[in-house]
């Protein structure tokens, strides 16, 4: 079992969007969850959204990022995407992919979640 692994962050200008990819090859399993966490400076992580392996089940957490970013997943490819647009300074944080095996997701919680990668930086800054 390997970990994830993200990338495509990187610094843009408010308004832009980013697009953020995970490669979770943590299974050969057809059962799994992948999901997208942040932590801004100083603050704590906190979970944005999950993805079931069969696509078609997602977790959004509430507030302003369920409106501006949305999870796509290539199952074939093991790759979860987080597509980020609109994105306002609020937004800087360190991005971090999850994943868990299992029949579901489990709650955006940061202990339920066994695969962690090693994060990508996002800063939106004028």
């Known amino acids: 079992q390997g970990q994830p692994v993200e990338s495509g962050g990187g610094s843009v200008q408010p308004g832009e969007s980013l697009r953020l990819s995970c490669k979770a090859e943590i299974t050969t399993s057809p059962y799994y969850c992948v999901a997208w966490f942040r932590q801004a400076p100083g603050g704590e992580r906190t979970g944005i959204v999950s993805?079931?392996?069969?696509?078609?089940?997602?977790?959004y957490a509430p507030g302003s990022t369920k409106r501006r970013f949305q999870i796509f997943l290539n199952n074939g490819r093991r790759t979860a995407y987080l597509q980020m647009n609109d994105l306002i300074p609020e937004d800087t944080a360190t991005y971090y992919c999850?994943?868990?095996?299992?029949?579901?997701?489990?709650?955006?919680?940061?202990?339920?979640?066994?695969?962690w990668g090693q994060g990508t930086q996002v800063n939106v800054a004028s």
């Open positions: 999850a994943a868990n095996l299992g029949r579901a997701c489990p709650p955006l919680v940061i202990d339920r979640f066994s695969f």
């Open positions: 993805i079931y392996s069969d696509g078609g089940v997602t977790n």
